[in-house]
């Protein structure tokens, strides 16, 4: 069984800084730090360290080849990648001044040329047994829900960055909507909380995360494992995938929860996004820790 996922690919470009600029300012950095981020590439990564066979489908420039090595590395099988001549890796510049306040700016980039030939290539092996997953951070999101939808693939949908209309135009095909405390009550305010999809699965930081089973109209909900958090940039992330990963391994909803917490526990201890999610033997040794 394969998770498929339609996903950005960012490069985080950090700058450590006294404080933020002002319009007209030029500040030198006192640091300077290049990771892989973008919601699909984190959670490509955290699907393939918790061990599920992972397919990203996504687009970056020619350039940049370290990103596809660490991909690689992390056990995600790059060949539905596209590369670009002519446009950049999506990529994020961000500020950090010295209180922790920070200021992004974001260039989608590749993410949004995602060809339709490269995508209907790629999902042409997915099947009922397999799992899509997507974000709203690139294009095509309503063909590649459609074409998983029609396979019978379960498809699971990070709602963020947080778009109503993003959503409702993939909602009939959804199984799965993932989102954070502050996107589900935008959600629950625009549409209610009864919705026309399987599940819910919502994290709520520190306080922890459910799963909302709305066919069978059950809830299940799964503490934080306390942990110093030191950075929780992908702790989503980290947590769709594992739990992703969880139902792909044929996990019941309590079980893939409570890896995806100990998980996502794990991350927030480190700092980085895609870079710092968890392998498995790490996860399961933090859950032995705990009992
Ligand atoms: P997002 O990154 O999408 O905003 P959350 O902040 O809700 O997501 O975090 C996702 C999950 O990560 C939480 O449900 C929790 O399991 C874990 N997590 C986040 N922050 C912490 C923390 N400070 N301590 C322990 N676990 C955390």
Redesign the pocket.
């Known amino acids: 069984m394969t998770i498929y996922n339609l996903g950005s690919i960012n490069i985080d470009h950090i700058y450590r800084l006294d404080h933020l600029p002002r319009a007209g300012e030029t500040l030198a950095s006192r640091n300077y730090g290049l990771g892989l981020g973008g919601k699909g590439a984190n959670q490509s990564v955290a699907a393939a360290r918790a061990g599920s066979r992972t397919v990203h489908l996504g687009a970056m420039s020619q350039g940049d080849d370290w990103v596809i090595e660490r991909l690689r590395g992390a056990g995600v099988d790059t060949s539905g990648i596209a590369r670009m001549a002519e446009v950049p890796t999506g990529h994020a510049i961000i500020l950090v001044d010295e209180d922790g306040e920070n200021s992004i700016i974001l260039h989608g980039g590749a993410n949004h040329a995602i060809e339709r030939s490269q995508l209907d290539r790629t999902l042409s092996t997915i099947t009922s047994d397999d799992i899509l997953l997507m974000q709203n951070e690139t294009a095509l999101q309503y063909e590649a829900a459609r074409r998983a939808h029609e396979a019978g693939a379960k498809v699971i949908y990070s709602a963020?960055p947080f778009s109503i209309e993003a959503l409702e135009a993939v909602i009939a095909q959804v199984s799965i909507i993932a989102l954070?405390?502050i996107e589900a009550r935008d959600l629950f305010e625009k549409l209610g909380e009864d919705l026309p999809v399987e599940g819910l699965l919502i994290?709520?930081?520190?306080e922890?995360?459910e799963y909302r089973d709305l066919r069978a109209g059950k809830t299940y909900r799964q503490s934080?494992?306390?942990?110093v958090?030191v950075d929780?940039t992908?702790?989503?992330?980290?947590?769709a995938g594992w739990f992703a990963a969880g139902l792909d391994r044929g996990e019941d909803y309590p079980t893939a929860l409570r890896h995806?917490?100990a998980a996502?526990?794990v991350q927030?201890t480190r700092k980085g996004a895609g870079d710092a999610m968890p392998e498995r033997g790490e996860v399961m040794a933090f859950l032995q820790a705990q009992s």
């Open positions: 963020a954070n405390t994290t709520h930081g520190a922890g995360a934080a494992f306390k942990v958090a929780t992908g702790a989503g992330d980290c947590f995806a917490a996502a526990a927030v």
